[in-house]
């Protein structure tokens, strides 16, 4: 049951209330806060150099500094195109869940702006990917097509916890990249955008997950557990696109096994995850078989 203040409001409307107000106060326009106009100066990183996947490689060693910094503007490029494909389904499984429900409750309003922060994320996200000179990445068929299933299907806690999965990893690497000198000024700014409007699509999505969990089952916390293993395994797997590596102009082969075996970027990716394990453990969505997940896709 959802908890009642004494004042007669739930928590859970409380925390949109919150929400609302905070993004009446402080949101962005990309079209007006990016510099969409300068040309890009190809003397900056596209994300800070510790996040690529080849960083800390033999390989990386081997490239000059020009290399280097065409591979992380092609890898900041993949991670949005990747963005642009999950803010999708994020938008389309929270429609679904407010479909034909209370549009009084903040709640529901809230989730209608946080769709529209989502559609102007896309949007900066893919002015943004093109401005880097990188071609569309897109998740493999096979990984296209699952998220196209779930989408439709997920629903409560499976589609916050998932939700949550995709935005914390994502705000976690652009925390560094938005104060990071080394990157390109424009993708700074989105950066810093899709940080400070994120926090609150996080907040949101752990109130709901705690929420749509309260009643819930051993059975069903344990398939749920799965599902949001699965599709984490899948979002996470898919940001980089192994196709960054001839596009940098790199040996698309030897990169792709370095960057296989490459452990400081595996202990990047787990010290992103640490918050947030700690509350999927919380919430009893941490359960042995989702572990082989989280371990396959180094979050763990």
């Known amino acids: 049951m959802t908890s009642i203040s004494e004042s007669g409001v739930s928590d859970r409307e409380t925390v949109a209330r919150r929400l609302l107000d905070s993004s009446e106060q402080l949101s962005y326009d990309p079209v007006k806060e990016v510099d969409w106009e300068t040309p890009l100066d190809t003397g900056y990183h596209g994300a800070s150099p510790e996040w690529s996947t080849l960083y800390g490689t033999s390989y990386w060693a081997d490239l000059t500094p020009e290399q280097q910094r065409e591979l992380t503007r092609q890898e900041a490029a993949s991670v949005a195109s990747t963005g642009i494909w999950f803010e999708m389904i994020l938008q389309q499984m929270m429609l679904r869940d407010f479909y034909a429900k209370d549009p009084t409750d903040p709640a529901f309003q809230w989730a209608l702006t946080e769709i529209a922060d989502e559609c102007r994320h896309s949007i900066m996200f893919a002015r943004g990917a093109a401005k880097l000179g990188a071609p569309a990445y897109r998740p493999r068929r096979f990984v296209v097509e ?155």
């Open 146 to 300: 699952l998220g196209r299933a779930f989408k439709a299907t997920a629903s409560g806690e499976a589609a916050y916890a998932a939700i949550l999965v995709a935005e914390e990893v994502l705000d976690v690497m652009q925390r560094d990249w938005m104060r990071d000198e080394r990157v390109v000024p424009f993708v700074r700014t989105i950066n810093n955008i899709h940080v400070v409007e994120e926090s609150r699509h996080m907040k949101f999505a752990r109130e709901e997950t705690r929420e749509r969990l309260k009643g819930a089952g051993w059975l069903r916390r344990q398939v749920n557990a799965l599902v949001v293993a699965i599709a984490s395994y899948f979002i996470v797997t898919s940001m980089v696109n192994g196709k960054v590596y001839e596009n940098a102009g790199l040996d698309g082969k030897r990169a792709r096994r370095e960057a296989k075996a490459n452990e400081h970027h595996k202990s990047m990716l787990r010290s992103s995850c640490s918050g947030l394990m700690e509350f999927l453990h919380s919430a009893g969505l941490l359960t042995k078989p989702s572990l082989w997940f989280y371990k396959r896709a180094n979050l763990i």
